[in-house]
């Protein structure tokens, strides 16, 4: 098999504030929670800056307590340069750490299989090679907000 090499793309904390909306269960059982974004940061070598407000998260939450991700936000750079980002990805875990997640407690990186895979988009020139690479994550959970470590596959 051919080896995968990541590189550190940034840090980033999306804070969520009490802002969410419970949909409810859809017809394959699944229930439906949509969880608004209202700020946060990223740090890394190539960009930094803040997380504008109105991304969301529309998490299909499963009977076995799994979480599948659906997030979009607009990150905008220190230098004023906007990122359109995306990414899916998944949670779980033992019955207990799932729990803390619905009631937006924190859970410590590694009780859970917390992970995403991430795409951009930007029209920013300095940073157009976003637009033609894809990334993954592995976060955690504080009582104020989703910490993910995002990284380049090389």
Do not use: W
């Not at 529309?58 to 307590?65: H, K, N, V």
């Amino acid at each position: 098999m051919v080896e995968v090499k990541l590189k550190p793309l940034f840090r980033m904390q999306c804070e969520t504030g009490n802002g969410h909306t419970h949909i409810g269960p859809h017809p394959l059982g699944h229930q439906r929670r949509v969880v608004f974004v209202t700020g946060g940061e990223f740090d890394g070598k190539e960009m930094r800056g803040r997380i504008l407000p109105g991304g969301g998260d529309f998490l299909t939450m499963r009977p076995d307590g799994g979480m599948h991700l659906d997030v979009r936000l607009v990150l905008e750079t220190d230098r004023g340069e906007l990122v359109y980002m995306t990414y899916i990805g998944r949670r779980n875990g033992p019955p207990e750490v799932m729990e803390r997640y619905r009631t937006s407690s924190a859970v410590a990186y590694g009780e859970d299989y917390f992970r995403t895979i991430v795409q951009f988009e930007t029209a920013a020139p300095r940073l157009a090679r976003l637009n033609d690479i894809l990334a993954i994550g592995a976060g955690y959970r504080t009582v104020e907000a989703a910490i993910y470590e995002i990284f380049e596959i090389l």
